[in-house]
């Protein structure tokens, strides 16, 4: 069952991976804000001249 | 900090939603025809390429690959521009990702038709398509993370979060299981033999469950539910800590799929604790994307989009808690081999991933063509018998799951098999067949009724191609906290950081290097009187994989009563040394076959693969004529013999020249056994070599009793 040390160590890759990326995430501040960017995603920032247009999408 | 204008690539989005409905249909349709062979064997019209085994897989990739697999970059290239506040970082990137992935798909359905699989569930295609997989899903993780790095919003997004983790685990998921050594141009040899294959293949089954059919699913949730309810999704909070816990947990829990195999105890434990952790992150999920809809749950009774994405949502928590139910030993122990698992995996599909895609559909092909959706009547006609059709597809396949498994395990008060003849535990669930294909009917019904709403709207609409946007750009080099602004400089200064990519880096290099070596010294017997394949075993083993045999016939013989008294000895992983790929099954549909050996004359299975209702009436087996009549290929024999010696198997030096006459000399002793009963066939075909296959199964162990451990 040699193949199973082989896809611990996959596996922990992949785990390393993620949780490089997840102190990535932290440090760089990305959950400092937890309100917002539910918000944010909401709201299209559109060309002005085509608001004016009344291009608007639905 | 000026004012950027851009535009956003709705062209790559519309090309991948027309893929999406076309390849649905499609994927859908050839599952329905599989749906009604079960009951109504004659309907593959005696022809191999529409034949269960060979269309069953058909439809698994199709549904998997070519409708969800579009579904998913159609929601990711709309989402994550419009998340990231940029185009995507290359339109000819795009491009080679669209038509690469549909070539791939065009290959598959070519492929798997012809009988050119490797028969690892989900990963059936041969190693050209392999390879093309690869770079085509590089390529859409290049045009991915070009745009991130490209990003106006420094804040990325939940949803983006979901889609990076997609493209990184079903990349590594993809490349391990993938290791095969080529044969021919159409033909190649797991790495793995036996058991090993088996715990990579589930490894990578599950996994892609997880991180194609449900990440990517749940950053579309993220991103769409919040868009169509006009509200902010319930937690963002803990949308975040449920996607990192879900993502560090579901790459462990593989090995709940081989349950009471020879698969070594502790590593099923160790997926059963893992399967049962599962539930708390997916859960968390759903729940998040239900409360979503709190306080405008009236929106709900008139919105189809939403109807759509609420039985999605709801669908995901039913088959998320089932899923760790069923990954209990005592549980999987009656559900496993049987339509639960059918029923499990479709109340997935057709409402996690199909509704969600449907719902998506709705929303975003009107905003794509500036036009409100031509019908919401017709698309709640189609809620209404989409639904309708997933429960009557699943109730009754839950019913046969249950009915069947406990026929099987059901004793007499003497100690016998009650119902020692397997074709009558699956006589009994034919109804149950017949009301699944009407569920699955209705289902596609709805799939026709929203084809038509969504070309009526696209009619009526005119298509924005490059829509408009405009943005602050993103401060270059202002990190939160005011560090070192040149990123390899912040990591120079982050020792440990820089530390573990580089041991990340080397890992990754050191491991595949020597992969190779490495199994093959691994795969050494372990039961002395279990011997290599001979010649026309290996060439009849071939053709049991192309033909797909593995879709309705099991070989893995549990240690249950019911099991070692219905198939004799139960199975032990080192019998299963030479098997490049592993033929466990996952679903028996007929009996299981690994103690099949010698328990039959040879011109019962000629007579049997002929027409199966000839020897067991009433059978729901295809037949497999054709086999009588198409040969092997022995100029292949010889490479076939050399790839086996380099993947370790014990064949004598040079043994490759003396392969092809021994081969002559075995089939031509089956030739004179079926002459004995009045049968004439030439040594040749390829039903000499599978019945030589079929006659050696399982019976190494019987050779030499002592020899068992």
Redesign the interface.
Known sequence: ????I??I???L??????L????W?V?????????T??????F?????Q?IEKG?E?? | MGVETFQYDNRIVRDFGIATVVWGAVGMLVGLLAAFQLYLPELNFGFGPTTFSRIRPLHTNAVIFAFVGNGMFMAIYYSLQRLLKARMFSDLLSKINFWGWQLIILSAAVTLPLGISMSKEYAELEWPIDIAIAVVWVIFGINMFGTILRRRERHMYVAVWFYIATFVTVALLHVVNSFELPVTFVKSYPFYAGVQDALVQWWYGHNAVAFFLTTPYLGMMYYYMPKAANRPVFSYRLSIVHFWALIFIYIWAGPHHLLYTSLPDWAQSLGTVFSIMLIAPSWGGMLNGLLTLRGAWDKVRDDPVLKFMVVAVTAYGMATFEGPMLSIKSVNAISHYTDWTIAHVHVGALGWNGFLTFGILYWLVPRLYNVQLYSKKLAGYHFWIGFLGILVYALPMYFAGITQSLMWKQFTPEGFLQYPNFLETVLQIVPMYIIRSVGGTMYFIGVIIMIINLLLTVLHGKFVAEEAAEAPALEKHAMHDGKDPYKHRALERKPVLFLVLTFIAIAAGGIIEFIPTFLIKSNIPTIASVKPYTPLELEGRDIYVGEGCYNCHSQMVRPFRSETERYGEYSKSGEFVYDHPFQWGSKRTGPDLHRVGGKYPDAWHYNHMIDPKLMSPGSLMPPYPWLAEEFVDAEVTPRKIRAMQTLGVPYPEGYDQQAVADMETQANDIVSRLGESGISIDSRTKLVALIAYLQRLGTDIKANPAAQN
């Open positions: 069952m040699e193949v199973m082989l896809l160590c996959f596996s890759l992949a785990a390393i991976v993620f490089v990326a997840f102190v995430a440090r760089n501040g990305q959950y400092d804000d937890m309100t960017p539910a918000m944010r995603m909401l299209e920032t559109k060309k002005k085509d291009q999408n639905l």
